[in-house]
């Protein structure tokens, strides 16, 4: 039996459960939850009756709400992981939170942007940047995420969703090579 897996469609079904704006904090429970339940995942391979494994999530979904309290929640959370362990897809419950981080973010008009250089970049010109991608693109919010690549030699890589500005010493020497080959 192949099993087919749309992380988007169990994205949006996940979002449009909770109500209103409480899908950012359903959802950081539902990450808190998934990382307890990590150790339990042998009993998850198919051979633990439901009830067991339940019982195991919703000792999760406890701590996975401390002291605010708030099992209403926390309920959306823990039946989402186990509608994924009923339907045997726990194995892509990363798949979904990713998914669903993606989707919040478009909610929220916010822009993942990663950034390769060679060595960490100053707060003022990390800021400078972030402000100008923010202009020409009209985001919300950026988030910027910095990725050391000794690789590059120099200058930078910028991957905004598909596209990538190249402005590393590394791709220009590439370039230079193929040129000369020519």
């Given amino acids: ?48 009756d439901a009830y067991r494994v339940e019982k195991m999530m919703r000792t999760a979904m406890k701590k996975a709400c401390g002291g605010i309290g708030d099992f209403a929640k926390a309920e959306i959370a823990c039946r989402t992981l186990l509608l994924l362990v009923q339907r045997g897809l726990f194995g892509y419950r990363q798949a979904l939170i990713e998914e669903i981080g993606k989707a919040l973010d478009r909610k929220h008009k916010v822009l993942s942007v990663t950034l390769e250089t060679v060595a960490p970049l100053p707060a ?21 995420t910095e990725k050391i690549v000794p690789e590059i030699l120099g200058g930078y890589k910028l991957r905004i969703g598909t596209r990538v500005i190249d402005a590393s010493v590394g791709s220009l020497l590439q370039n230079m090579a193929k040129e000369i080959m020519r």
Avoid: P, Y
């Fill in 1 to 48: 039996m192949t099993v087919v897996f749309c992380a988007e469609r169990w994205a949006e079904a996940f979002i449009a459960s909770c109500s209103g704006d409480e899908a950012d904090n359903v959802f950081e429970i539902l990450k808190v939850m998934a990382r307890g339940i990590e150790r339990i995942k042998g009993h998850i391979a198919g051979t633990a």
């Fill in 124 to 144: 003022a010109f990390r800021n400078r940047l972030e402000q100008s991608i923010r202009e020409k693109i009209h985001a919300g919010e950026i988030r910027l």
